[in-house]
């Protein structure tokens, strides 16, 4: 069997610390998606990590799946809570963005490719801003994201995002190569969402909570 279509990992951040690293990118520039047919409204985007010497802002927001080598934007150095929690996370990390939905905008369904952990590439997601009345939904079915929880997706599949609520959704998308702690997490993830565990687990992996 292969692994559920989602899993919240287990991890909780602080949400009050999210939004205090968010708040000092205040001064910032968001950059609209650069796929408008995929969204209706406001869907924009914080570079955190890109694609090594990109400089175009389309460039560094794009999750290009045959880039091998990535880089920290300087953005990232002025966000200390984000960069000790993406610390945790022991696998390569290719791009690290933050992603907003703004209060009655949407994203229509759609697939991505290569985003699977069966295909070596897994997305997390982490609710950094959100309210009761984002309404995600993957194979049509509803995904509810607390602010502060963090979750693997398999975007592969068909998914969806309407923020019928009054204030804005910002999430941490997180792409990484697979690696044995990744395939140890999802394992754990399963065992704790009760679904059978379906990938190798490694003796060195663990995961701890988040220091605050």
Known sequence: MP???RLRLPYTFDAELLARDLRG?????????????????????IPLRCKAGATHPIMMIASDPTCRVFEDTPLLA?????????????????????????????????TDIDLSFEDGTVRFHIAVLTNPDVEFHLNRRRVVLEAGS??????????SVANRGTTDRVHMVIDLD??????ALLNDAAALQGDAAVVPSHAGATTASMPQ
């Open 3 to 5: 692994l559920p279509d």
């Open 25 to 45: 990118l205040d001064a910032v520039s968001w950059t609209r998606h650069f796929v408008p047919q995929n969204y209706e409204g406001d869907w924009s985007v």
């Open 78 to 110: 002025a966000c200390p809570y984000f960069g000790r929690m993406l610390a945790t996370f022991r696998a390569p990390l290719r791009t690290v963005r933050l992603m907003r939905l703004t209060a009655g905008s949407l994203i229509k369904e759609h």
């Open 150 to 159: 963090a979750w693997y997706l398999r975007l592969s599949d068909p998914h």
């Open 178 to 183: 697979v690696n044995d702690w990744i395939a």
